[in-house]
């Protein structure tokens, strides 16, 4: 199973909008609600920022959105802080029972 | 508090083996699935293993398979992974993860502990 596609890096002002990419296949992204989103500051465990595509856990701020069409998943963060400044995976539910991870996307807070 | 705590890491010769154990608290252990996710220095996170809350389900990556086993003492509160026949590339900060009900994303994560494979 190969990884999903993310962009390296994005970079972005505070206040500003950006979205991170994240692409599959049709054994995993294209045909399961399955996407969730997770954050990671350095040195610090991942965190969970939205599951099944585009639902927030509770106390994750409704700045962080999520969204699907295709074999492609988002995540859209709004009001970009200085606090956004992280890691960012995307994993999928795929057709043979696994989970498989995005390559990863830095988030640069200009 | 949900809280997963990993230990058994370290340095370990390549072709060696080491048990990691992950104790849990704050929850309900024998009712939820868990995974074993793994992330090289540097690099990005890849998942390892998934056993379903009872033990009787378990699926690995195919770069452990066979190789590894994962396993849980539900009595215990306890995710443990046996890993054999390790290789430099097995080197990694494994993390005990829990599967959150009712869907396939990982809702807590522990602190992870360091496998060093090196000679």
């Known amino acids: 199973q190969s990884a999903l596609t993310q962009p390296a890096s994005v970079s972005g002002s505070p206040g500003q909008s950006i979205t991170i990419s994240c692409t599959g296949t049709?054994?995993?992204?294209?045909?399961?609600?399955?996407v969730s989103w997770y954050q990671q500051h350095p040195g610090k465990a991942p965190k969970l920022m939205i599951y099944d595509v585009s639902n927030r856990p509770s106390g994750i701020s409704d700045r962080f959105s999520g969204s699907k069409s295709g074999n492609t998943a988002s995540l859209t963060i709004s009001g970009l802080q200085a606090e956004d400044e992280a890691d960012y995976y995307c994993s999928s539910y795929t057709s043979s029972s696994t989970l498989v991870f995005g390559t990863g996307t830095k988030v640069t807070v200009l | 508090e949900v809280q997963l705590v990993e230990s058994g890491g370290g340095l370990v010769q390549p072709g060696g083996s080491l048990r990691l154990s992950c104790a849990a608290s704050?929850?309900?252990?024998?009712?939820?699935?868990m995974h074993w996710v793994r992330q090289a220095p540097g690099k990005g996170l890849v998942w390892v293993s998934r056993?379903?809350?009872?033990?009787?389900?378990?699926i690995y990556a195919d770069s452990v398979k066979g190789r590894f086993t994962i396993s849980r003492d539900n009595a215990k509160n306890t995710l443990y992974l046996q890993m054999n026949s390790l290789r430099a590339d097995d080197t990694a900060v494994y993390y005990c993860?829990?599967?959150?009900?009712?869907?396939?994303?990982?809702?807590?994560w522990g602190q992870g502990t360091l496998v060093t494979v090196s000679s």
């Open positions: 056993i379903n809350s009872d033990g009787s389900s378990t």
């Open positions: 704050g929850f309900t252990f024998s009712s939820y699935w």
């Open positions: 993860t829990r599967k959150r009900a009712g869907t396939h994303s990982i809702d807590y």
């Open positions: 049709s054994s995993d992204v294209g045909t399961y609600n399955y």
